[in-house]
């Protein structure tokens, strides 16, 4: 298998092809990025199967080349509401397999419509296979297996990095130009989000502050967030009246995030603007006072609330160990271990799919737990699932 990263220079990219590399059945991995000194710099650290490009994805000319010479092409090019529609439709033209870490909603459903185009290519693409969404996605599909109904949805993740390994810029560096992660974030905490409410999809407005009852944590506060799970889970659960993604932390993080959204709201300051000075404090100022939390909540997890056997209950799943390598592994690990299964085969499936539409969540996390820090061997010792009455 020949294996084009887009992006490849950057810390997602830059995972994605360590882990696609240790392979046996990947004979070449190509990291294509704009940066040709970061993507050499990746590409040497790869040995032979190492290749590398400088590439702008948006132009044609350079990227139909490279998608002519590979197999499956994972993409890291971030934000998504910018690149994912049109690198996608490239990518099916070209009759590619492909995968991304997509996280953002409006995307998502412009690129679940490339699905008939994918069929006539012959294509399987996953979109949205990172940490969240991705591994929420499976998350979700645990938690809700255990349920004969399930009416309410919830996917989430704490702003806390419970190994205090930042993948934002340290306070000391005064980064240039805002990451696209934070100004993905900004992008999804403004303005309006779509989310599942009362039966259906609606526009809302973001950072909505709930409460839920989580099995072990007892009440955990919540606040809402643009997600691609919100508007893809719905299609694999007709029966839900709620979907919605949300964040943990400390609620004065989340008031200061309001704040900063109010201003982009009342055109006071940019998204970008204020991406770069969230970056510059981020890891510091924000999230210290739950980095000691007794217990510590989940940074991945899926809530649940509907009946099984005629009684109401809440089940929910979680990962119990910390991934290498922070959020950025958390991301990318998952990104590339789609490759096996491009491997391996779909049998006749085709078509654009989300996680839950074409990956067996237990079989994933089984991989995944050979791929975690400590001696794990499956997806039972890998997952924390809990149960309310």
């Known amino acids: 298998m020949k294996v084009l990263i887009l992006g490849g220079g950057g810390e997602m990219g830059r995972i994605a092809a360590r882990e696609a590399a240790s392979y046996d059945f990947v004979e070449t991995v190509t990291v294509a990025d704009m940066n040709h000194k970061a993507a050499l710099a990746v590409a040497n650290s790869l040995g032979s199967k190492g290749a590398a490009f400088q590439c702008d994805a948006t132009a044609p000319s350079e990227l139909h080349p490279l998608l002519a010479a590979h197999d499956v092409v994972l993409n890291t090019i971030g934000p998504f509401y910018r690149f994912g529609v049109p690198i996608l439709h490239a990518v099916i033209t ?15 459903l412009e690129m679940l419509q490339l699905d008939s185009l994918a069929k006539a290519n012959n294509v399987v693409a996953i979109i949205g296979i990172g940490a969240s969404p991705g591994l929420t996605n499976l998350l979700a599909m645990v938690a809700a297996s255990s ?58 407005k973001p950072l909505q502050r709930h409460i839920i009852a989580y099995p072990g944590y007892g009440e955990l506060p919540v606040w809402t967030v643009g997600h691609p799970e919100a508007v893809t889970l719905p299609r694999a659960f007709p029966s839900l009246t709620t979907c919605a993604n949300v964040m943990i932390g400390p609620d004065q993080d989340f008031r200061d995030l309001k704040m900063i959204a109010s201003l982009i709201d009342k055109g006071i300051m940019s998204v970008e603007c204020a991406a770069l000075e969230l970056d510059k404090v981020q890891g510091t100022a924000l999230s210290k006072a739950q980095r000691n939390a007794d217990p510590s909540p989940p940074e991945l997890f899926a809530w649940a609330r509907g009946r099984r056997e005629g009684r109401a209950m809440i089940s929910s799943a979680h990962l119990k160990v910390v991934i290498p390598d922070g959020m950025a592994g958390a991301t990318s690990i998952p990104l590339a271990m789609t490759l096996p299964l491009f491997a391996s085969g779909f049998g006749d499936r085709r078509g654009v799919f989300t996680p839950e539409d074409i990956i067996d969540p237990l079989a994933y996390f089984d991989g995944l737990a050979t791929r975690c820090l400590g001696p794990l061997a499956d997806a039972e010792s890998l997952i924390v699932q809990a149960f309310l009455p």
């Not at 590619?96 to 997509?102: E, F, G, P, R, S």
């Open 147 to 204: 349920l004969d109904q399930t009416e309410e949805l919830l996917t989430g993740w704490s702003i806390v990095d419970g190994n205090d390994q930042s993948s934002t810029p340290s306070p000391r560096v005064k980064p240039r130009k805002p990451s696209a992660a934070s100004v993905h974030w900004l992008q999804q905490l403004t303005g309006t989000i779509r989310q599942q409410e009362r039966g259906q999809l609606r526009q809302v």
């Open 94 to 108: 070209a009759g590619k397999h492909y995968a991304d870490i997509c996280d953002d909603w409006e995307p998502t």
